[in-house]
């Protein structure tokens, strides 16, 4: 089985622009979850979704929303960016039957300046 | 509410010598705990995990980890290093009904020759 495929692996954004991030999880996983992760902060949970649904968030501004799609694949866009907003953004997939578990993309690495 | 510390954030070791990592967790419920391991610029990979049953887990390449529910502790451990064992790892904490993983803020452990 393919792993979970995360595009752009690199990105460089001006501050106010917007962006989207996509992620492919392994083929059957219907469960999705994306983390921010930086030095200070290490990683945060951002959503997670099921089968369309965002089942959880965490604390993060409205500028961060996500979405996914009938096939699975997800997406995460962020509006207005700010400095702080740099950080590598990690997607995560999850089988149905042990949904504990994470599959890890290899991530997009975001660069606001 | 979870929560997971790491309790240093580097550890250098000379290769062939033992290592330990540390990881106290807080929960008020049953909680399911995980080892990943972070090689640079990619993403995160499971490296050992105890759901139930033993309280020692091993991986394959020779580090294991021992649940302690008295301690609330998930030690990593492994009994010779190597240069390739050079990495970030983070102990992780979900509870066994929930989808969202919380993680320490990491240990970076570096093997010098």
């Known amino acids: 089985k393919a792993g979970v495929t995360q595009t752009p692996r690199y990105l460089i954004k001006t501050r106010g622009q917007q962006v989207t991030l996509s992620c492919s999880p392994i083929?059957?996983?219907?469960?999705v979850s994306w983390y921010q992760q930086t030095p200070g902060q290490g990683l945060q949970f951002l959503f997670e979704y099921f089968s369309e649904t965002q089942r959880n968030k965490g604390n993060f501004p409205g500028r961060f929303s996500g979405r996914q799609f009938s096939n699975s694949r997800s997406e995460m866009n962020v509006s207005t960016l700010e400095l702080g907003d740099s950080a590598l953004y990690l997607c995560?997939?999850?089988?149905?039957?042990?949904?504990?578990?994470?599959?890890f993309g290899q991530g997009t690495r975001l660069t606001v300046v | 509410a979870q929560s997971v510390t790491q309790l240093d954030s580097q550890v250098p070791v000379f290769e062939e010598a033992p290592v330990e990592l540390r990881c106290n967790y807080s929960s008020s419920v049953s909680v399911y705990l995980f080892w990943y391991v972070q090689y640079p610029n990619q993403g995160l990979q499971l490296l050992l995990k105890y759901l139930s049953g033993s309280t020692l887990v091993e991986s394959i390449n020779g580090f294991e980890a021992e649940f302690n529910k008295s301690q609330t502790s998930f030690h990593l451990r492994k009994p010779s290093v190597h240069i390739s064992d050079t990495a970030e790892y983070f102990c992780a904490v979900t509870n066994t009904g929930g989808f969202k993983t919380i993680f320490g803020a990491g240990t970076r452990l570096f093997v010098k020759a």
């Open positions: 083929s059957g996983h219907r469960s």
């Open positions: 995560a997939s999850h089988p149905h039957r042990d949904s504990y578990l994470a599959f």
